[in-house]
């Protein structure tokens, strides 16, 4: 364990175990309640669930939100969909403006029963912001409750999620997806990782394509991706980073990067910091407080 990350043992693990005031309110009067946090990096929280649906957005920063089959990440141009009773945690890489909305089941019916991404547009951020200014008990019939009505009617899922990793059940494919997300630039073939694995490539390859839906080779690609933004969050060189994920050269990683992201990683984190500090809306052509504490 490094000196930044967190334990949560003893008085925290208590405080961390109870239901969360906003996330486990069952008043169906206020069908959303809005949370603001500000929170320093490697803060990992608890495995937790809430009896309210949640929509995760970090109006700037980078963080990871890990579900027992996926791995999301949310930069600040794109939010998480978590519906009721789905069990996740949340790390941070760098300081994030985590902006959560506890939604009451039901009270948006056109979104599905499992997690997806669902674009932040400027209105809907604006939107966002405002709303985590509001007292717990609003009235729900007066201006608060209107703004409220309008983010439920702002929000949709979108059909692609570039920063979505499905994780896998097969135990052999388990093997090999963690081993690629804890050494990310092992540049080994599928044939050689399938022996490490016990089987043979092409179970492998027919097994990423069942249970992922993705390519291997998309898929590697993909945890490289979540692996830079991590990485790159964190205050490391590009250079550094492209090496580090196996990359032959700065220039490749930085293609693959504004491939997926449609912007280069300096571009990307300068727009990252503009938001921070509320003078940056997400580029063209992207998907449109509390004190410090464990996301919740």
Known sequence: MTKNSANPTGKLADVLSRPSEQGDDPDPLRPVLAVSRELPPFLPSPPHCHFRAQ??????????????????????HLALWVPSMIWHHVRVYGRVSLKTLYIMPGAVPDMPETCRVVPVSPLLRELI??????????????????????????????????LYLPMPRDPRLAVVCRHLLDDPGDRRTLPELAARAGAVDRTLLRLFL????????????????????????????????AMDLG?????????????????????????????????????????QAEPEQRPS
Do not use: N
């Open 55 to 76: 929509l995760i957005h970090a109006s700037a920063g980078v963080m990871t939100i890990t579900t027992p089959d996926s791995i999301w990440v949310t930069p600040p």
């Open 129 to 162: 912001i405002h709303a985590c200014a509001f007292p717990h008990h609003y009235e729900p019939s007066g201006p608060q409750g209107r703004v409220m009505a309008v983010i439920l009617d702002q929000m949709r899922v979108s059909t692609t999620a570039p």
């Open 210 to 241: 069942k249970e992922t839906g993705l390519t291997f080779r998309i898929w590697r690609r993909q945890a490289r991706l979540l692996a830079a933004l991590r990485k790159l969050a964190a205050g490391e060189p590009v250079m550094a980073v």
């Open 247 to 287: 990359y032959e050269s700065q220039s490749a990683f930085i293609a693959m990067f504004r491939r997926a992201l449609g912007v280069t990683p300096g571009r990307y984190f300068a727009r990252d910091e503009g938001l921070r500090q509320g003078h940056a809306r997400p580029p063209a052509g992207a998907s």
